[in-house]
Structures are given as structure tokens and as C-alpha cells.
């Protein structure tokens, strides 16, 4: 259903510049998102109205820096993302040995997400990986 989806699309929209630089249209997007000992973020989807996920995403075939570091809050209907930047490869080190000095200065939205983890006792959980062909 893609190739019909996309003709109609594209009588309204054009690609994003990433589907445009790709050769088949299509880009890769990597998502490791964050669980709980006690299943709390996958709880709140069933029960609540406002929740929100943690997870760290990377583009391209074989995922590399930079990554970034998303807080997603839905209340009802509404979403809100939050993204900060991590351009080092070894990004889970921010979890493991966070008084280690780093090459760069995380943004308040980075800290946010190391925050909501340590509060949680959220760990990279669930991988997940899709081609995206996205217009805007």
C-alpha cells in the first residue's frame, strides 16, 4: 500500500529532506525505549490519560552518534516531545558511570531524561527499528 499511499501524499506534500536524500525514499529509525522493574511506563499506556516514555533514537542502517535522548508526554490527545543531543557513541555510559567527565554538555533535556530513569529505575528495554518514508 505504500507506492499508492505515497501518490496521493504527494499531491499535497513533498518528502522530508531525509526521504529525499535517501536512493529508495526510505531512512532508518532506530528507538531504544526505556522500561521499568514493575512495568510502569507500559502500565500507564492501559490505565491513565497522561503518561509519558523515555527512549534514545538514532538514524541510519547501522545506528550511530548522535543520538537523542526523547521524553514523550501524552495528557489525553496531546503529545509533547522533548529531545536533547548526544554526540558521543558511548551514550549509555551517561547511565552507567554518570561522574564520568564527558566531551560535551548535556542540555537540560538530557539531564531530564537521566533524571526520570534514576527516579524509575528505567533501563533500555525494547528495541525498535523501522524504515520511514515521511513528508512534510
Same mark, same amino acid.
Request: charged share 20%; aromatic share 16%; proline share 6%.
Given at each position: 500500500?505504500?507506492?499508492?499511499?505515497?501518490?496521493?501524499?504527494?499531491?499535497?506534500?513533498?518528502?522530508?529532506?531525509?526521504? =529525499?536524500?535517501?536512493?529508495? !525514499?526510505?531512512?532508518?529509525?532506530?528507538?531504544?525505549?526505556?522500561?521499568? @522493574?514493575?512495568? !510502569?511506563?507500559?502500565?500507564?499506556?492501559?490505565? =491513565?490519560?497522561?503518561?509519558?516514555?523515555?527512549?534514545?533514537?538514532?538514524?541510519g542502517e547501522t545506528p550511530k552518534a548522535p543520538y537523542f535522548f526523547e521524553t514523550k508526554q501524552k495528557i489525553e490527545e496531546f503529545s509533547k516531545k522533548k529531545r536533547g543531543y548526544v554526540p558521543i557513541?558511548?551514550?549509555?555510559?551517561?547511565?552507567?558511570?554518570?561522574?564520568?567527565? =564527558?566531551?560535551?554538555?548535556?542540555? =537540560? !533535556?538530557? !539531564?531530564?531524561?537521566? +533524571?526520570? +530513569?534514576?527516579?524509575?529505575?528505567?533501563? @533500555? &528495554?525494547?528495541? &525498535?527499528?523501522?524504515?520511514?518514508?515521511?513528508?512534510?
Open positions: 500500500m505504500v507506492e499508492p499511499i505515497s501518490r496521493d501524499v504527494e499531491m499535497f506534500c513533498e518528502m522530508d529532506c531525509y526521504s =529525499q536524500m535517501s536512493h529508495d !525514499h526510505f531512512y532508518m529509525i532506530n528507538s531504544f525505549y526505556f522500561g521499568t @522493574p514493575n512495568f !510502569h511506563f507500559m502500565r500507564a499506556k492501559e490505565n =491513565q490519560t497522561s503518561r509519558f516514555s523515555l527512549r534514545v533514537r538514532s538514524y557513541e558511548n551514550w549509555s555510559e551517561l547511565f552507567t558511570d554518570p561522574g564520568k567527565p =564527558q566531551n560535551f554538555t548535556p542540555n =537540560q !533535556h538530557v !539531564h531530564s531524561l537521566l +533524571a526520570l +530513569a534514576n527516579i524509575y529505575n528505567a533501563k @533500555p &528495554t525494547i528495541l &525498535t527499528q523501522y524504515r520511514r518514508k515521511a513528508y512534510l
